[in-house]
Structures are given as structure tokens and as C-alpha cells.
């Protein structure tokens, strides 16, 4: 299981802490989901998940201030932050009430506040958690960005990934990740690819060593994350093996139960393996958009054929 620092989603989130004297550096987030106590405050703790962050808006703090009048917010937040939440956070800049602090610092539990709305609010949150906390694997690989569309290049070491990843940026597409490419699992149909903090905007050349993109290059060339949309796997030229030369039908590789489109690539001296990734990406793109340049072929030659068919009868 994965955490985030909680001190980490108050800088991205860009919340208010209102109550700093409550030690949070070591206070972590586990879960991606979010819950607006509406239940919990009308004293229904059933199946309560502790562990999300628990946010405040306009309909609850309405009911807040009617407990206020029934002299029952100590009570009920006494469950609330009883059961160690990570933090309550309000939003609309809605102010706490002073049964809240209290009960915030008996039990340790921060209360943070934020200016935006809360339905915006919420999804914001629960899209930059779920990034946070995604599964994810690292793999040996090249992830470039090639006209918008993410293309992870893998093959065994020395194959030429690097290279052709260079020559890729030389013709204006964007660096990722070099050598190993850490892949989150943000949804059902989407995997997102980084480089880990130590190699970024980094790439070994056999021969010459390491070099810097962002610097040789410019910030133009190089990316924090890319979604992966296809992969080439480069290989050895072999004779005996049966090469795809139609592309009817999609290859698929799979990592972390997505599946991505995979197409391997045999490869030759002379083969210019930018001008191929390229062309791939671009197919893919195509493809995508409902054009499929293989099955169009397909279908002129059975159109064909069957005319001259009919002209034979």
C-alpha cells in the first residue's frame, strides 16, 4: 500500500493549516477515497472509513450550527476524531467552530481549510489522489512523447533504445524517462509513465556517457509524465520469424492488468528507427480516430476481388 504526506496534499491543494500546533510531519494518507461526514454527524458510525480524509461544505456546517444550539458538537466530534481520521478540511473558507478546535487538539487531528467550492474541490482531490496512490511497477524502458501519443521503447539492453530516443528529440519530440520508467495505474484504461527523480531528463550513450536533455536540448524536449498509449518492443533481426506485414490485428502487452497496443519491430542496419516509432505513433493515432489504413486495404482487395466475380458470371 502506497501513502502521500499529508503535508504534501496541503501544498498541492493549497489549504489553509488552522491548527499549526499539531505535529502533522509524519501524518500520511492511505486511501484515494474522500467522505463528507453527513452520516457520521447525525451519529451513525457503521461501516465509517477512518482512514479517508473527511471534508466539510455548505450542508454540512449548516447542521454543524444547529448541533452548536443542541449543545451536541462536543459529543459528536468527540466520535468523529475519536476514530483518528487524517485531517477534516473545510471548504468555501468556512470558518470552525470553536467546539471543533477543541476537539481537534484533544485528539490531534488537524483541520485544514480551503477557498474553492466543494464539489470542485472533491474532484480535484480524488483525481490528484488517485495519481498518489495508483498501483505501479518500474520497468526497463525509453518513454517518449511522440506527436502527443506516449510510446514506451523496450528491448534488451544495447538494442538501441536510447539512440532512437535521441534522435527522437533531435526531430521535436519530448524525453520522459530513459533506462527505467515508472508506470501508475491511474484508472481501469489508463497507465501513466515518470522517471524516478534520480535519472530524470537523463540518457546513457554507449560511447560518449550520460547526458542531460533539458540541458542540451532545451525544457521543449523533455516531460515530467506521459500517459502510455503504445509500446515498441525492438528485437534482433531474425530470418526464421514471422514478421506482422498487415497489422489487421492489434498485439497487446500488458502491465498491471491494462492492456496497451504492442507492435515489435525487427531490427536491420540502416533502419532508421525514429522515422519507424513515428510512424507507429501517428498509425496509432489514426487508428484511434476510427481510420484504419490495414483494414481499408483489406477491404479494396475483397472489393475487388468480388467485382471481378460478378464480372466473370
Known amino acids: 500500500m502506497y501513502n502521500v504526506k499529508l503535508t504534501k496534499?496541503?501544498?498541492k491543494m493549497e489549504l489553509e493549516n488552522l491548527t499549526p500546533d499539531i505535529d502533522i510531519s509524519e501524518a500520511e494518507i492511505n486511501q484515494s477515497e474522500i467522505n463528507r461526514p453527513a452520516l457520521q454527524l447525525a451519529g451513525f458510525f457503521d461501516?465509517?472509513?477512518?482512514?479517508?480524509?473527511q471534508i466539510i461544505g455548505n450542508v454540512e456546517y449548516r447542521y454543524l450550527n444547529q448541533l452548536q444550539k443542541q449543545n451536541r458538537l462536543g459529543e459528536i466530534f468527540d466520535q468523529l476524531f475519536?476514530?483518528?481520521?487524517?485531517?477534516?478540511?473545510?471548504?468555501r473558507d468556512l470558518e470552525p467552530l470553536p467546539e471543533?478546535?477543541?476537539?481537534?487538539?484533544?485528539?490531534?487531528?488537524?483541520?485544514?481549510?480551503?477557498?474553492?467550492?466543494?464539489?470542485?474541490f472533491m474532484s480535484e482531490i480524488i483525481r490528484w489522489l488517485n495519481v498518489e496512490l495508483a498501483p505501479r511497477i518500474s520497468i526497463h524502458g525509453v518513454l517518449v512523447d511522440v506527436f502527443g501519443e506516449?510510446?514506451?521503447?523496450?528491448?534488451?539492453?544495447g538494442i538501441g533504445k536510447s539512440e532512437a530516443a535521441l534522435e527522437l528529440i533531435k526531430r521535436g519530440h519530448r524525453l520522459v524517462s530513459d533506462d527505467v520508467v515508472e508506470i501508475k495505474k491511474v484508472s481501469e484504461v489508463s497507465l501513466v509513465g515518470s522517471a524516478p527523480e534520480i535519472t530524470r531528463h537523463f540518457?546513457?550513450?554507449?560511447?560518449?556517457g550520460i547526458i542531460d536533455v533539458k540541458t542540451l536540448f532545451g525544457v521543449e524536449s523533455v516531460?515530467?509524465?506521459q500517459g502510455i498509449d503504445l509500446v515498441v518492443k525492438l528485437e534482433d533481426w531474425n530470418k526464421d520469424n514471422d514478421y506482422d506485414r498487415l497489422g489487421l490485428e492489434e498485439q497487446y502487452i500488458e502491465?498491471?492488468?491494462?492492456?496497451?497496443?504492442?507492435?515489435?519491430?525487427?531490427?536491420?542496419?540502416?533502419?532508421?528507427?525514429?522515422?519507424?516509432?513515428?510512424?507507429?505513433a501517428v498509425n496509432h493515432r489514426q487508428k484511434k480516430m476510427g481510420y484504419n489504413a490495414a483494414q481499408e486495404l483489406y477491404n479494396r482487395v475483397t472489393g475487388s476481388i468480388k467485382q471481378k466475380e460478378e464480372n466473370q458470371e
Do not use: W
Not at 475519536?82 to 471548504?91: D, H, M, T, V, W
Open 255 to 280: 502491465f498491471l492488468g491494462n492492456k496497451v497496443v504492442c507492435h515489435s519491430i525487427p531490427i536491420r542496419p540502416g533502419r532508421n528507427l525514429a522515422i519507424i516509432v513515428e510512424t507507429a
Open 47 to 53: 461501516l465509517f472509513d477512518s482512514d479517508r480524509v
Open 150 to 157: 506516449g510510446v514506451l521503447i523496450m528491448g534488451e539492453s
Open 203 to 208: 540518457i546513457e550513450l554507449r560511447g560518449i
Open 100 to 120: 471543533i478546535y477543541e476537539a481537534s487538539r484533544k485528539y490531534n487531528i488537524p483541520l485544514l481549510k480551503s477557498k474553492a467550492k466543494t464539489s470542485a
Open 82 to 91: 475519536g476514530a483518528q481520521i487524517p485531517c477534516l478540511i473545510f471548504c
Open 9 to 11: 496534499l496541503i501544498d
Open 223 to 225: 516531460k515530467l509524465t
